[in-house]
């Protein structure tokens, strides 16, 4: 896939990535602007398992899925045309490290116009889409899951509090972490 997203990219221009959750606090790539943008058509939703980053297989997190519907406020990354050939391969680890997502290319709005990003979304057909949980569901497993980069609530704090640093607020992410402390 990374061959696909390479050639589709084309290689005649700066490289732009969408990020709607540890993109925007932890890039972990260089880049030569950032904005704040929006996509419609997809949601940020944090229904999507996690076996290795936030959870183990017998104790499962969660991350956040771009799923379909909706819209999603973010930030868009600007990689210049000559660091992409260092900067995708490693994204693309972080990223795709098992294939779960679907990178597609999105039209994202910014206050400075319209750009074409790559964005990695999440099927609601794919087996790591957890489909509608129940409120006890998220208490247990933001009270017990846990993986190499920490714990799920940790993930999904970090993410609350630079979406909220940045303007964005998510109500959804606000009302799951309300089930935290409840």
């Not at 696909?4 to 005649?12: D, L, S």
């Not at 969408?18 to 058509?41: D, K, N």
């Not at 098992?98 to 597609?104: A, H, I, S």
């Not at 400075?112 to 057909?125: I, Q």
Request: charged letters at 20%; hydrophobic letters at 40%; glycine letters at 10%.
């Amino acid at each position: 896939m990374l061959d696909t997203v390479t050639r589709e990219w084309g290689g005649h221009s700066d490289l732009w990535i969408f990020g709607y959750a540890s993109l925007i606090w932890r890039p972990e790539f260089e880049f030569a602007e950032e904005r704040l943008a929006i996509v419609h058509g997809y949601h940020r939703a944090l229904k999507m398992w996690s076996r290795v980053n936030r959870g183990t297989p017998e104790n499962p997190g969660l991350v956040f899925g771009l799923l379909s519907g909706g819209s999603c406020k973010g930030m868009v990354f600007r990689i210049a045309k000559a660091q992409v050939a260092a900067s995708l391969p490693a994204l693309w680890d972080r990223e795709m490290p098992n294939g779960v997502y679907d990178p597609r290319w999105l039209r994202c709005q910014t206050p400075l116009g319209e750009v074409r990003a790559l964005a990695f979304t999440l099927s609601k057909r794919s087996p790591n889409h957890t489909g509608v949980l129940h409120e006890d569901v998220y208490r247990q497993i933001f009270s017990s899951s846990c993986g190499r980069f920490g714990t799920t609530l940790d993930y999904a704090q970090l993410t609350h509090s630079k979406l909220q640093e940045l303007g964005i607020d998510d109500h959804a992410l606000g009302k799951l972490l309300r089930l935290a402390r409840s």
